[in-house]
């Protein structure tokens, strides 16, 4: 292949978040503090690089606790949040928890809480089967809250209760694509209660901001994360409306279009919130196997948040 001059447009922020971070530092502390194995409940967070890593250091992956053989070992939440019966059946169970759902998902959880306290039915906005939306409506019993996942689902629905209604919305979704949905119940429910804050958290807003500054100049836009990670794959929706003439997830199996982009002149890239930072270098490096690459990184803001894990792991 010739050595043509490609130019990368780095959208920034990009890749992990607080609540990421977060996620994977209780697993190691729970690790050092427990020793190994500490079962962790779902992927710790969507990404298949760091749950191997994980695994390396004695992080055992299940899905639910019955897997569980030896119950005498400790088992942490991921960081999508847990409906109120996964605690609950680790303390029937008699066994260790820790909790790795992100203060920001544990935000929209106590929010459900409230307004079912208030009388209110619930609409949550969110992608039917993701962890987060099930461990969201997991913390009512169940017909508190129903599902809308599409402009359509907003048109079609009616209040069959005889409540008022209110909203929530999943962390990670598109925020063009909710502001839609939440238009469309307003319209057809002028009464509906919002949240005080919106539910979508910093770290989905900012990195869709950044993608959306810098997407209509890319030919390519390629977003470092796994299938399952919601807010990588929004991340790919946002380039392609925003003005990108072709936008790909790059995950585990990918397999890097080079012949594509070797028609290029400018292409784009970022990553989930889930998506180490290791894993945009390892990108970036092979396309400087094939090509002259000058990087240019867009930031629209810098992020400072940081959570704090539980206290119980220091
Ligand atoms: S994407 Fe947002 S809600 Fe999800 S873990 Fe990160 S900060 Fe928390």
Redesign the pocket.
């Given at each position: 292949m010739e050595n043509k001059s490609i130019k990368i447009l780095l959208a920034a922020p990009r890749g992990f978040?607080?609540?990421?971070d977060r996620?994977i530092e209780i697993v190691k502390k729970s690790i050092q503090k427990y020793g190994s194995p500490v079962y962790v409940r779902h992927e710790i967070?969507h990404n298949k690089h760091v749950v191997e890593s994980l695994k390396k250091i004695g992080a055992i992956f299940v899905e639910e606790l019955d897997e569980i053989k030896d119950k005498s070992r400790p088992v942490i939440f991921s960081?999508h949040g847990v409906p109120k019966s996964v605690p609950l059946e680790a303390s029937n169970l008699n066994m260790t928890y820790v909790d790795a759902t992100?203060?920001?998902?544990s935000k929209v959880h106590r929010e459900a809480e409230n307004i079912n306290k208030q009388g209110k039915h619930i609409l949550l906005i969110g992608h039917k089967n993701h962890p987060e939306v099930i461990g969201t409506m997991g913390q009512l019993p169940s017909g508190s809250i129903d599902l809308i996942e599409s402009t359509d689902d907003a048109f079609k629905y009616e209040n069959k209760s005889t409540k008022n209604l209110a909203y929530i919305t999943q962390?990670?979704l598109s925020v063009d694509d909710t502001k839609d949905i939440i238009e469309i119940l307003k319209s057809k429910f002028p009464d509906i209660y919002e949240p005080k804050k919106e539910d979508i958290?910093?770290?989905?807003t900012n990195r869709q901001e950044a993608v959306k500054k810098i997407a209509s100049q890319c030919e390519m836009f390629f977003v470092i994360g796994s299938r399952n990670s919601s807010?990588s794959v929004r991340l790919v929706e946002v380039a392609k409306k925003n003005g990108s003439k072709h936008a790909e997830l790059i995950h585990s199996e990918s397999i890097i279009p080079l012949e594509k982009i070797k028609k290029c002149k400018i292409i784009g890239i970022s990553s989930g919130?889930s998506a180490p930072e290791v894993l945009v270098k390892d990108f970036i490096n092979e396309l400087k196997k094939q090509f002259t690459i000058e990087i240019e990184e867009v930031e629209i803001t810098k992020e400072n948040i940081t959570f704090k894990i539980p206290g119980k792991l220091n």
């Open positions: 978040c607080a609540g990421v996620a967070v960081a992100c203060p920001l998902v962390t990670t958290c910093y770290a989905t807010n919130a």
